[in-house]
């Protein structure tokens, strides 16, 4: 009966985009350090970044730490403001030459993933971390009410 009322609730289709969008983004920053030559430094040299390795590091660092608050609700909105920056570089590193050289048809394929992130992370700036967060239970014990 409990279950059936935690998904009956309004607040379950923000914790179902936040766990999306928060455990995709810390699985993303693992792989640049468990992965490296693929999708760490080696994924930055190919695409063109000077000094890969730094950036690599800087990006997995912030998919981590930005993923794990997404993940639990806490600064949700502060924390996807830094993934959406990596979305947008993203876009205009890997898909916008996609775009100048295949066409829309085949960027829209290429940037699915990509668009699907931003789009769900636009949702967690506006709506913020739901009512099954981290956030919502520092609210409560500070006594005010969302």
């Known amino acids: 009966m409990k279950i059936y009322k935690v998904i009956k609730t309004g607040n379950t289709p923000v ?21 490296p030559e693929v999708i760490g430094y080696g994924r930055f040299a190919e695409i063109g970044f000077a000094n890969p390795e730094f ?7 912030f998919e981590i730490v930005c993923g794990l608050l997404v993940t639990f609700g806490l600064l949700t909105r502060l924390a996807v403001i830094p993934l959406l920056c990596i979305m947008i570089v993203a876009f205009i590193m890997t898909k916008w030459p996609v775009l100048k050289q295949d066409g829309f048809w085949a960027m829209a394929h290429a940037y699915r993933t990509d668009f ?14 739901g009512k099954f ?13 969302r």
Do not use: C, H, Y
Request: charged residues 10%.
């Open 116 to 129: 699907a992130m931003t789009m769900l992370s636009l949702v967690l700036l506006i709506s913020g971390s």
């Open 133 to 145: 967060s981290l956030d919502q239970l520092v609210t409560a014990s500070k006594g005010s009410v």
């Open 15 to 35: 914790l179902l985009v936040r766990l999306t969008v928060g455990l995709i983004f810390l699985s993303e920053g693992l792989q640049k350090f468990i992965l």
């Open 55 to 61: 950036w690599a590091w800087f990006t997995g660092v």
